[in-house]
């Protein structure tokens, strides 16, 4: 993404996915990874959408109080967040390959939501944004799943598959943006770079 603004000529990417790293090196972004960890659970009666804008703006605070604490050069920090969800269920992370194989035996055959979320936070703004796309599996045999799972692809991914690798094969259809159930919906993230640049512009 072309940008003459010297505020976002360069970011922190609060994340330490391979995709969002890739999916912002395709659109020419500069960008300096922060690994941020915080903790991630549903609360009582959270809904997803809340449970995942709240997850987004904690990490965004939690990586530019880290900028501010360890005196940082400041650049804007975008955090992303990404919840695979079944009917009213956030699936959240595998803990391991049983738990994979259950969230599988959910998916399969079925549709499924995928949220992801966006912050963008520098000095006084922030913006937050939300993707959502519906995924619609195959119908997957026991031996199909385990076939999967042997890949190893499942770990540390919301729902336990990621939609640019092996799986992708078992999935008949999308409704809504790749890039967010890949994990940082990129329209989304050239908007929010857009009103940063026009909030300090005035």
């Not at 000529?9 to 996915?17: C, E, H, Q």
């Not at 499924?112 to 997957?140: G, P």
């Amino acid at each position: 993404m072309q940008t003459n603004n010297k505020i976002t000529s360069k970011i922190y990417l609060a994340s330490k996915s391979p995709r969002r790293k890739e999916l912002l090196t395709q659109i020419g972004i500069n960008f300096e990874v922060l690994a941020i960890d915080i903790p991630e659970e549903v609360h009582e009666n959270e809904d997803y959408q809340s449970y995942s804008t709240r997850i987004c703006n904690e990490k965004s605070l939690a990586a530019w109080n880290y900028i501010v604490e360890h005196n940082l050069a400041k650049h804007p920090v975008l955090t992303s967040d990404t919840e695979v969800v079944l009917g009213n269920e956030v699936l959240g992370k595998p803990a391991n390959y049983d738990d994979a194989f259950k969230m599988w035996k959910k998916l399969a055959g079925n549709k499924h939501l995928v949220i992801t979320t966006i912050t963008l936070r520098y000095q006084d703004f922030t913006y937050t944004s939300s993707a959502e796309s519906w995924v619609y599996f195959d119908e997957l045999s026991d031996n199909e799943i385990h076939n999967y799972l042997a890949t190893g692809d499942y770990k540390d991914k919301s729902g336990s598959y990621g939609i640019q690798s092996y799986a992708g094969q078992f999935i008949q259809k999308i409704e809504g943006c790749f890039y967010a159930i890949m994990g940082l919906p990129l329209n989304q993230v050239r908007k929010a770079m857009q009103e940063l640049e026009r909030h300090f512009a005035n």
